[in-house]
C-alpha cells in the first residue's frame, strides 16, 4: 500500500463513521425522545371532514388552489407536507427532525386562543395575547406571532387563499378529535 492510499481509507473511515452515528442517533432518538423520521399516518382521519382539516394535514385545498410554502427549514423540505407533519395529527405538538430537541408547539384552540403569561411557555407559544383570527392569518402567512415576534424560522411562511385560509383558521378553532 502505498502513501496516496491512506488518506483515501481515512476519509472512509471517516465518512463511514459519521453514517453509522446517524443512523445510531436517529434510531436513538426515535425511541428515546418519540419522534419518526417519516411521519406516521395511521393516526390521520380516513375522509376529512373540512377543507381545513384537509389543508392541516395535506397542504393542499379541497378547491385546488395552490397552497405553497417558503422556508420551514429541512424537516419541511423533507416531509413536504401540512402543519400535521411538524403540529402532530392530534395538534398537540412534535418534535421536529433532525432538530428532535426542538418541539412544534401545539395548535390546540387553548394553545392558540388564550393569552400566554410571562414566563409560561409549556407550550411553547412564548408570552403573548392569544390569537386572533387576523394576528393567527399573519402567523401562517408571514411568521409573526400574536405579540409581534418572528416565529422561528423552521415555521414555514404560506401563501394560501384568503378562503382556505379562513377554513384551515376555522379547523383550528375546533376542538381537537373532533371533526369541523
Known amino acids: 500500500m502505498n502513501d496516496t492510499q491512506k488518506p483515501r481509507g481515512r476519509r472512509f473511515s ?64 423533507m416531509m413536504q407536507g401540512g402543519c400535521a407533519d411538524c403540529h402532530g395529527a392530534d395538534r398537540s405538538g412534535r418534535r421536529l427532525m433532525p432538530r428532535f430537541w426542538k418541539i412544534a408547539p401545539a395548535l390546540t384552540p387553548a394553545a392558540l386562543f388564550r393569552e400566554h403569561t410571562e414566563g409560561g411557555d409549556k407550550d411553547g407559544h412564548g408570552d403573548h395575547e392569544g390569537y386572533t383570527k387576523e394576528t393567527l392569518s399573519r402567523a401562517i402567512t408571514r411568521g409573526i406571532d400574536a405579540g409581534g415576534k418572528k416565529l422561528d424560522p423552521a415555521m414555514p411562511r404560506w401563501t394560501i387563499s384568503a378562503q382556505d385560509l379562513d377554513d384551515l383558521i376555522a379547523y383550528l378553532k375546533s376542538p381537537t378529535g373532533k371533526p369541523h
Open 14 to 77: 471517516i465518512i463511514g463513521s459519521i453514517a453509522l452515528i446517524t443512523i445510531i442517533a436517529l434510531v436513538g432518538g426515535s425511541v428515546l425522545f418519540g419522534f419518526n423520521p417519516m411521519l406516521n399516518h395511521d393516526n390521520w382521519p380516513t375522509q376529512f371532514q373540512s377543507n381545513g382539516e384537509r389543508i392541516y394535514f395535506t397542504a393542499t385545498s379541497a378547491s385546488i388552489s395552490p397552497i405553497s410554502s417558503q422556508g420551514g427549514g429541512m424537516h419541511m423540505s
